[in-house]
C-alpha cells in the first residue's frame, strides 16, 4: 500500500511540476512513442497473431501483412502474420500479398490459388508444387 501512495504521490507532483521542453524536444519525444510503440508491438486480424513490422520486413516472403490493424503508427507499418494453407488437392503453402510476394511465390515453383487463406483481397495461398 505505501509504494502504492508513494506512485500516486509521485505522479501528482510530476503534474504540478511540469518539465518545460522546446516543441522541437516535444516533437522528438512523442515521434520516439511511436516508433518505439510500432515495430514489435502486437496485432491480430480475425483471430491470428501477428506483430507491426515495418512493410519492407513482411509480405514478401512467407507472412502476409494486414492494413489499419496497428494503430497509432506510421503508414509503413503494419500487421504482419504468417499462416500456412492447404489446397482441396493436397498442395501446401503459405498465405502471401500477391502484390509483394510473386516473384518468392514463382521462385520456388510455386501458384497462387485464392479461397484458401484469410484477409484482404491480396492475399492467397501459394502452393508449392
Not at 57 to 84: A, E, Q
Amino acid at each position: 500500500m505505501k509504494s502504492y501512495l508513494l506512485v500516486v504521490l509521485t505522479a501528482v507532483a510530476a503534474m504540478a511540476n511540469p518539465v518545460e521542453m522546446s516543441d522541437a524536444e516535444a516533437h522528438a519525444l512523442a515521434m520516439r512513442d511511436v516508433v518505439e510503440r510500432a515495430v514489435g508491438s502486437s496485432c491480430s486480424y480475425n483471430g491470428m497473431s501477428g506483430s507491426c513490422q515495418h512493410t519492407g520486413h513482411c509480405g514478401s516472403t512467407l507472412d502476409f501483412y494486414v492494413s489499419g490493424k496497428c494503430p497509432n503508427d506510421p503508414d509503413d507499418v503494419r500487421c504482419c502474420i504468417t499462416k500456412s494453407c492447404n489446397n482441396k488437392k493436397g498442395g501446401y503453402g503459405w498465405c502471401m500479398n500477391k502484390s509483394t510476394a510473386g516473384s518468392f511465390c514463382k521462385e520456388y515453383d510455386g501458384h497462387f490459388e485464392a479461397g484458401f487463406c484469410p484477409g484482404p483481397n491480396d492475399v492467397a495461398c501459394c502452393v508449392m508444387t
